[in-house]
């Protein structure tokens, strides 16, 4: 496998995980305003990725895959809210532990990773395309 082949799967498998970093990014975002159904229970956990690499023994290189979707064990916000059906007695509702500004930043971060690893796709096209013209 040529340099050029391998630099192009890492950068596949680079956007294969900022994929899935998004649809989890996603579904936090989608579920930020969740609560709980009664006072005891909990509302939505948010959820973080990590990553790790991983060897390709087939081709002897290095490609990240995405090691963990797991939730965030910080603690729940709390909103008072006494008319609310799952408010404590003190008249308070846990809500997700879910930041939308972080979320975002999360979500800008994965989409310029997803953009950098398609850069080095398409500057492996063209330098491929580039060496095929020099050898005719």
């Given at each position: 496998?040529?340099?050029?082949?391998?630099?192009?799967?890492?950068?596949?498998?680079?956007?294969?995980?900022?994929?899935?970093?998004?649809?989890?990014?996603?579904?936090?975002?989608?579920?930020?305003?969740?609560?709980?159904?009664?006072?005891?229970?909990?509302?939505?956990?948010?959820?973080?990725?990590?990553?790790?690499?991983?060897?390709?023994?087939?081709?002897?290189?290095?490609?990240?895959?995405?090691?963990?979707?797991q939730g965030d064990s910080s603690d729940f916000q709390r909103r008072y809210d006494?008319?609310?059906?799952?408010?404590?007695?003190?008249?308070?509702?846990?809500?997700?532990?879910i930041n939308p500004l972080i979320e975002m930043m999360d979500m800008r971060e994965a989409q310029r990773s997803y953009?950098?690893?398609?850069?080095?796709?398409?500057?492996?096209?063209?330098?491929?395309?580039?060496?095929?013209?020099?050898?005719?």
């Amino acid at each position: 496998m040529d340099e050029l082949s391998k630099s192009t799967q890492i950068a596949i498998s680079g956007m294969k995980a900022q994929s899935q970093r998004l649809r989890v990014i996603s579904e936090n975002m989608a579920n930020a305003d969740s609560t709980a159904q009664s006072p005891e229970g909990q509302p939505y956990r948010r959820k973080v990725v990590t990553f790790k690499n991983e060897l390709d023994r087939s081709t002897g290189i290095n490609k990240v895959k995405v090691d963990k979707v797991q939730g965030d064990s910080s603690d729940f916000q709390r909103r008072y809210d006494p008319k609310h059906p799952a408010a404590d007695r003190e008249g308070y509702v846990l809500t997700p532990n879910i930041n939308p500004l972080i979320e975002m930043m999360d979500m800008r971060e994965a989409q310029r990773s997803y953009e950098a690893n398609m850069n080095v796709i398409n500057t492996s096209r063209t330098l491929l395309s580039r060496t095929v013209e020099m050898l005719r």
